[in-house]
């Protein structure tokens, strides 16, 4: 029987970085994977993919609406070849899962495919066309999660879908409805809302991305609403039914009153669940808590003291670069030294466009703290790099405290506020103040010129360019 040092069940952001951190840190490791290619739901069906395919439709949709006004005439007709569009979409996601089998090897890490079954705290059987028993003194679960469905709702994967399926249609659909107008819903919602559906979003909150900060919901709803999505919030939906083609769902509006939708296709996207199914975590001594996460206390270690648990099937966000922090501070604790993670600097993207992002804290939550705080925001129109590109919509807000002018939360909607957001991240790891940011030479014409202008505006509301 093969022994190792750590043994990770799951090979997603979590479970692979874990191991490449394992790996450098001298840990003899081994990782298991259930499905045939390694990086989990963020390569195979998730970050990667999604991403893929927002780009080709943001593509398509330059070519239809700005091509002309740029002055770029294309003779004949623009059309969507969604199955080139799909293929490529999947030869990035074999590009990227391939180049983790190369991290593997280069890192000498042990690859097991089957699904990872505790035997005890100390052994795990792989079951795959054979069984095979490994031993690890140390075990990482980074299983990861998989979509939640509401109880009512039979996924056929056919017409009533997940973002699993979205991600690889055959045809474009008439009428996507989505279920959820949280980031999987608007991300692909907009995917195929370019490409020519009509896309109708019902969300049960009183807004869509409800756990961002207010500003960035209504900005993206009135942004979403000018590109013709129909947004539907405070609907409860009570059934969903498929009758051949045609999906029908009825909701309840704020009134109580009965509002039937009738599409396509119908998205499910409310959220994803932890995944632990065939792990038989308890013959490990492993806890599970009542919302089906594995429990950890703070240093990501489970019930079992040799055992920790990382990434989605554990609490906290959702988010691929959270679960890669865990990979590294378990393979650290594991090493002996004493890592931290600040859970409150861990950025929130939404990859429409214009792309929304979000660190720190939001305007609700300062409130319901009892923080006094100034706010400092800066439309994106106000920028030159803006008009130039035609990217006019959203703002940056920054949220500073009153008194020490310390930056606590940095909200955006605007073109490239995903990546944008990395300034932000690490002036607040560094407890910069507005005033730090507003002194800071920013390149002209940038977008991140906007983040200067709303720190001016945070610090003596002294911006320059309104
Ligand atoms: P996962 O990536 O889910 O990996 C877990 C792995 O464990 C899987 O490969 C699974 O097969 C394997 N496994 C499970 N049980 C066993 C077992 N018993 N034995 C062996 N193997 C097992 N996050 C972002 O940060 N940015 C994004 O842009 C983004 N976009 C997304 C788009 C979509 C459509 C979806 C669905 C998700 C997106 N996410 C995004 C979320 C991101 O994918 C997850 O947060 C991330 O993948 C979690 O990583 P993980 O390692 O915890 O688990
Ligand atoms: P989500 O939590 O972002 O959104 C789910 C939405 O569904 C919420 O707005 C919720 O209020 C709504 N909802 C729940 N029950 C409902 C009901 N009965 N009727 C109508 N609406 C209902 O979840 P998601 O969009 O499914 O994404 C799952 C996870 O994947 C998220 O945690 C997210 O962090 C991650 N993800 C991240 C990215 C990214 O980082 N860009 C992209 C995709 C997915």
New binding site residues.
Partial sequence: MNSYDVAI???????YVAAIRCAQLGLKTAI????TTLG???LN???IP??ALLDSSHHYEDAIKHFEEHGIDIPGEIKVNLKQMIARKQSVVDTTTGGIDFLMKKNNIDVYQG???FKDATHIIIKGDKDTEIEAKNIII????KPSNLPFITLDKERVIT?TEALKLKEIPKHMIVIGGGV?GL??GQVYKRLGAEVTVIEYMDRIIPTMDAGLSKELNKVLKKQKFKINTSHKVKSVERIGDEVIVKADNKKGEEIEFKGDYCLVSVG?RP?TD??NAEAAGVKLNERGQIDVNEHLQTSAKNIYA????IKGA????K?EEEGVFVAETIAGQKPHINYNLIPG?V?TWPEVASVGQTEEQLTEAGVEYKVGQFPMRALGRSRASMDLDGFVKILADKTTDEILGFHMVGARAADLIAEAVVAMEFRASAEDISRMSHAHPTFAEAIKEAALAATENRALHV
């Fill in positions: 069940i799951g090979s997603g952001p979590g479970g298991i994977e259930k499905y989990g739901t963020c069906v998730g970050c999604s991403k699904l990872g079954s980074a299983t990861g999660s973002s999987i991300e692909l994803r995944y065939g792990l990382i990434g989605d099937v959702m988010l691929a670069h679960a993207v990859y």
